[in-house]
């Protein structure tokens, strides 16, 4: 299997994983490229992967339904460019001879999912998680609640630390800088963003991440460790009680992050 960010407006990722022959693709919310890299390979198009409702996600679907020769699925509870196949928590849906489970992830979006196939290769487990976990970081409260956003990525932080994280935006950089202002003295953090500067610089993409790496460097998934806790406290003495919840901690975090340039 191959798989392939494909770049899309600003900071989008549109995945397209392939066998040689047919291929998926996650999220098209432009038709375009996708359309230039299935002809440019000779693919076709088996499937269509949604995750949540925002246009950025969904945009393309209608221009690609031409070529489409299998199903797109998608959230159950949220808006979509109907026809869909609606999925949710715990259903599986299979493409390219891959099993993929149904994550419910709601906090970005309300009914926003996610999907996982653990037997996806020789280079580790997939996950296509749209806008809740990015490397460094997470999706802005849009729809849900701390406590369903927190719920969410402690869900995807207990997935096989081999796990590619195939997220929808390259925001690696800038969430680093956030995460080296919350936890300057993390030798892990400070690592993996001289690997991720390199990177940039070099025109590559920073993703897929690990779920391992995001365990040591990502203060949205560690907000039970007292670095974390200590810096939502500064941040906010007043807002956070004396004995904070991880989610209190989250919360704060979520909410400086919004702030932070």
């Known amino acids: ?38 002809d440019a390979r000779g693919l076709t198009l088996a499937g269509i992967l ?23 699925y998608a959230p159950a509870h949220e808006r979509m460019p109907e026809p869909v196949q609606r999925v ?8 390219l001879g891959l099993r993929f489970a149904v994550l419910d992830v709601p906090g970005h979006t309300a009914g926003h ?8 290769g ?8 749209g806008d809740t976990l990015f490397s460094a970081g997470c999706g ?54 001289a690997w991720c500067e390199a990177e940039r610089a070099a025109g590559r993409p920073t993703l897929p991440g690990r779920i391992g790496t995001e365990l040591r460097i990502n203060p949205f998934l560690r907000c039970t460790e007292a670095a974390l806790r200590d810096a939502a406290r500064r941040h906010a003495p007043l807002k956070l009680p004396a004995e904070p919840s991880p989610v209190d901690v989250f919360a704060t975090l979520r909410e400086w992050k919004n702030g932070f340039r």
């Open 140 to 193: 802005r409260l849009f729809e849900g609640t701390p406590a369903q956003l927190h719920a969410a990525l402690q869900s995807l932080a207990a997935l096989p630390p081999d796990t590619r994280i195939c997220c929808a935006h390259e925001y690696t950089l800038s969430n680093l800088r956030f995460a080296r202002e919350v936890d300057p003295g993390n030798p892990a953090l400070a690592a993996y963003a």
């Open 88 to 95: 949710q928590g715990g259903d599986h849906v299979e493409l």
């Open 113 to 120: 999912i996610a999907y996982f196939a653990r037997d996806a």
């Open 50 to 72: 949604l995750t949540h409702h925002h246009g950025d996600h969904v945009g393309g679907v209608e221009a690609l339904r031409p070529r489409l020769r299998g199903p797109i």
């Open 1 to 38: 299997m191959t798989l392939t960010p494909i770049p899309a407006f600003d900071d989008n990722y549109l995945w397209l994983l392939d066998n040689g022959r047919e291929a998926l693709v996650v999220d098209p919310g432009d038709a375009a490229p996708v359309a230039a890299a299935l």
């Open 122 to 129: 020789g280079d580790g487990p997939l996950l296509f998680c």
